[in-house]
């Protein structure tokens, strides 16, 4: 098929389905026909308009795949009650605006922040010829700074330790440089498989993960039979790159067909109070997911013309606080980031499913390194250490963490004392953080991070706060702290003061952007 008739408007899919324009802009408003918004106009793929008229894709299904895709669960930080609005000059941080956006909607990822601001940021952070200029994402997640950075022209370079965010990063910043049509010829491939009457009965050559253990199936039979036919193919593949573009739209879905869902961590279905997935177009869905991505990588292939420079594009599968050798000191024109927060948001716990079943991870001891290296670590891998002391000198940090320590001795490790290791390994963390940061700075260059505030053991932790004086420590100036999102409240304990007693208080959750300049 002539590819460019498998992308349709409104106008050329309303004949075809022989309806009214308002009526199709109706369905595709309401996500009752398959459809994405470019920009403003509707577009339609007409394999998957067929499958849908042809009865074999089911509205609840797409219905189904828009929350998968961001709408709801998927990587997203929990539902809060009482989003406000940004703080003027920043734009949305949160991801919600990414679901629409190309590359970005790829996969949506626990904490990404929108396009919108990081763009908004690097137009007042860098200036002059942008071929000369580098933006960094020390913790990249799934690449919001680096595509944007990347598509302004600037050389960009991050780090993510997560095999499966990496992965991610990695076909958003290759696919610019990379021939569109394999990727399109093992989409029609797997569209002709899906059609044939033969994979009703095929039986899969791949097994399942060794080494990946959950409480409940994570597919049903039949489900599992399709993942593991889709294993069959993404092996056969021999262009690295597609088979890079199939893992990570698997990768994407796979979890909207599992018998599990982010709440925002990996849960069972049931436990949250949905019913399991027995049956599902796991192929179909797929290869959806496939087109989109198809489709973005036709756009950032002609968005990047533009420039007469080709911008080098970098991102490490390692740990930016061991990064020394990687980055020349004082190259660094600006940093945007968001690491992660004093949540315990386990990202490699959450993210098993897929390090399991796309083959990115060797073994246990693998995952307990991953552990090991993650900023802040986590509660569960800390916990039970020796006390944790804190390498800086910030008394007034000092005592909210001895305030955590003191809290539910009766819990032991549970308690206060072992939440109280994971915030002292957490601020340590970004003492190391500032150390390797001021070495690859430019001079005065800016340096933005996105972080909340916590409450910790009902202590109140202003994390953003602690933030700003470390950097201080570290010779950072504070140019400003915006606060981007608020959440909601929680009850804590602010009286950090013991021998005083304790006072409870509503606390406001939220978001800051810590802005910094670098040392002259
Ligand atoms: C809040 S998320 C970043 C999301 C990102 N802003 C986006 O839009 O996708 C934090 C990321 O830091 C990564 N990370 C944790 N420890 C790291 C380390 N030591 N070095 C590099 N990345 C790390 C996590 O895997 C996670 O993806």
């Not at 693998?366 to 900023?375: G, P, V």
Request: hydrophobic letters at 35%.
């Amino acid at each position: 098929m002539d590819e460019s008739k498998k992308v349709l408007n409104l106008s050329e899919t309303a004949k075809l389905m022989r309806v009214s324009a308002k009526t199709l802009r109706e369905l595709a408003r309401s996500k009752r026909v398959p459809c994405q918004k470019v920009g403003r106009e509707w577009r339609f793929l007409l394999p998957s308009l067929e499958r849908w008229l042809a009865g074999q894709m089911d509205t609840s299904r797409l219905a189904e795949s828009a929350e998968a895709y961001g709408q709801a669960s998927l990587f997203q930080p929990e539902a809060t009650t009482d989003d406000k609005t940004a703080a003027p000059g920043f734009g949305d941080t949160a991801f919600t605006k990414n679901r629409r956006e190309p590359l970005h909607r790829w996969v949506p990822w626990i904490a990404g922040f929108s396009a919108a601001f990081v763009e908004e940021v690097l137009s007042k952070a860098v200036s002059g010829d942008p071929a000369d200029a580098t933006v960094l994402d020390p913790f990249a997640g799934v690449g919001t700074t680096l595509v944007e950075g990347l598509k302004h022209g600037y050389n960009v370079v991050g780090f993510e330790i997560n095999p499966y965010a990496a992965l991610a990063c990695e076909v958003k910043l290759t696919c610019v440089g990379c021939r569109l049509k394999p990727l399109t010829e093992a989409i029609n491939k797997l569209e002709d498989l899906r059609r044939n009457p033969w994979l009703k009965q095929a039986q899969p050559r791949s097994k399942p993960p060794g080494n990946f253990k959950s409480k409940r199936p994570f597919f049903s039979p039949a489900v599992e039979r399709e993942v593991l036919l889709l294993q069959d193919f993404i092996s056969e593949q021999t262009h690295s790159f597609v088979k890079n573009v199939l893992k990570v739209a698997l990768g994407s879905v796979m979890v909207s067909f599992s018998n599990y869902s982010y709440e925002p961590s990996l849960s069972t279905r049931s436990a949250a109070g949905k019913n399991d997935i027995e049956h599902a177009d796991v192929i179909g869905g797929f290869c959806d997911k496939l087109w989109e991505i198809a489709a973005d990588i036709g756009f950032i292939q002609r968005h990047m013309k533009r420039f007469e420079h080709t911008p080098t594009a970098a991102i490490h599968r390692r740990s930016y606080l061991d990064s020394s050798s990687l980055l020349p000191p004082c190259s660094v024109d600006a940093l945007v980031t968001s690491p992660p927060y004093l949540n315990n948001y386990h990202y490699v716990r959450n993210t098993r499913p897929q390090l399991h079943w796309l083959d990115l991870i060797n073994g246990n001891s693998e995952l307990r390194k991953l552990e090991e290296d993650s900023f802040g670590r986590f509660w569960q891998t800390v916990r039970s250490a020796p006390p944790v002391g804190l390498d800086l000198d910030l008394p007034e940090l000092q005592q909210v963490l001895e305030c955590i320590r003191k809290q539910n001795p009766e819990k032991g490790t549970y308690g206060g004392s072992g939440w109280a290791n994971y915030a002292a390994t957490y601020f340590n963390d970004c003492d190391r953080f500032f150390r390797v940061t001021r070495r690859v700075m430019k001079p005065g260059a800016w340096v933005v991070v996105v972080i909340g505030n916590n409450i910790v053991q009902g202590v109140h932790v202003e994390t953003d706060r602690f933030l700003a004086q470390i950097g201080e420590l570290h010779g950072f100036s504070v140019q400003g702290m915006h606060r981007v999102r608020r959440k909601r409240t929680g009850s804590s304990i602010v009286n950090s003061s013991v021998r005083a007693g304790f006072t409870r208080r509503q606390t406001e959750l939220h978001e800051t952007a810590v802005e910094f300049r670098a040392p002259e």
